[in-house]
């Protein structure tokens, strides 16, 4: 049965690997975390990762510890909306480290335009039991909002390409719609701009896409659905739009989970964390094949 379900996903004809090592980091105890629907680490504090929750939930951002699962930090990002806000990546530039978050949902595409809001990690005392609440004004943040180039799309996967200093975002098409979801890529700003247009760089074989991120090292795409990841490989001096050209990316079975949405490399590029909507889910470290 997961092997039919993983093949509903991509084209016909291309091999599958079982499931790959895989093991329990921990579980997400916070009762305000219930559509956990992004994950990624924070570079600032070690064994932590940043979450939120899915449209129509405030607008915060959760700081969770990997060693228990409990919430160390809540992040108000005021004068924000959480219409719905579907993946979170953190990225590094001139010794300072970010966290941003998509406003990027549409399933009915009919959105006038979309939000990426990005902030710098916050400094945080994190020997305090209690569990620290912030607000970070509009001044503070930086607003990316932005239109597709070839008109309105739904959009849960968002990852950085350090080296060109660009958003990547990867287009949702359900399994039973027809069409060819597009890859797009947009400049990060170092302030706010209104009027971005993210440009299609590609095509992608994948349906039911829900989490996505890039390696630190920077060779490395996972790209995630419910039940199964999928593995692009970049060669030294090889764009991404050249890689999205190749016949097929490397895919392999997730383990079960209850509503699969969260996808983010370790930091050594070897395995990644994945995680799922609903309260009191695990988050699982999953090795990758071929690594």
């Known amino acids: 049965m997961r092997i039919f379900l993983l093949f509903l996903l991509i084209l016909p004809g291309v091999a599958v690997s079982e499931s790959p090592p895989f093991e329990e980091v921990t579980v997400v105890h916070s009762k305000k975390i219930d559509e956990n629907s992004g994950i990624d680490l924070s570079y600032k504090y070690p064994n932590t990762v940043w979450t ?32 719905d806000w579907e993946d979170i990546v953190t990225f590094q530039k001139d010794g300072k480290s970010y966290v941003a978050v998509g406003d990027t949902g549409d399933n009915l595409r009919r959105r006038a335009d ?40 739904n959009c ?63 060779n490395t795409m996972l790209i995630r659905a419910y039940h199964a990841g999928f593995v692009y490989r970049r060669k030294v001096g090889e764009t991404w739009e050249e890689v999205f050209k190749k016949p097929d990316p490397e895919p392999f079975i997730f383990p079960m989970q209850r509503q699969g949405e969260g996808v983010c490399f370790t930091s050594d590029g070897k ?5 799922s909507e609903k309260k009191r889910q695990p988050i699982y470290r999953v090795t990758l094949p071929g690594l």
């Not at 395995?271 to 995680?275: A, E, P, Q, R």
Request: hydrophobic share 35%; proline share 3%.
């Open 156 to 218: 849960e996967s968002i990852a950085v390409d350090l080296e060109n200093h660009q958003f990547v975002l990867v287009e949702k098409i359900y399994q039973n719609v027809k069409g060819i979801p597009g890859v797009y890529r947009l400049d990060i700003p170092t302030q706010s701009v209104e009027d971005a247009t993210a440009r299609r760089i590609g095509d992608l074989k994948i349906k039911n896409t829900s989490a996505m991120d890039i390696s630190d090292q920077g």
């Open 52 to 83: 939120h929750n899915d449209s129509g939930g405030t607008p915060y951002l959760y700081l969770v510890s990997l060693a228990s699962g409990r919430t160390l930090a809540t992040v108000h990002l005021k004068g924000s909306e959480n219409r």
């Open 114 to 153: 979309y939000q990426i809001c990005i902030i710098e990690e916050p400094d945080f005392d994190l020997e305090d039991e209690d569990s620290i609440e912030l607000a970070v004004e509009q001044s503070d943040w930086i607003n990316l909002r932005y239109q597709y180039e070839d008109g309105a799309k």
């Open 271 to 275: 395995s990644v964390l994945i995680s």
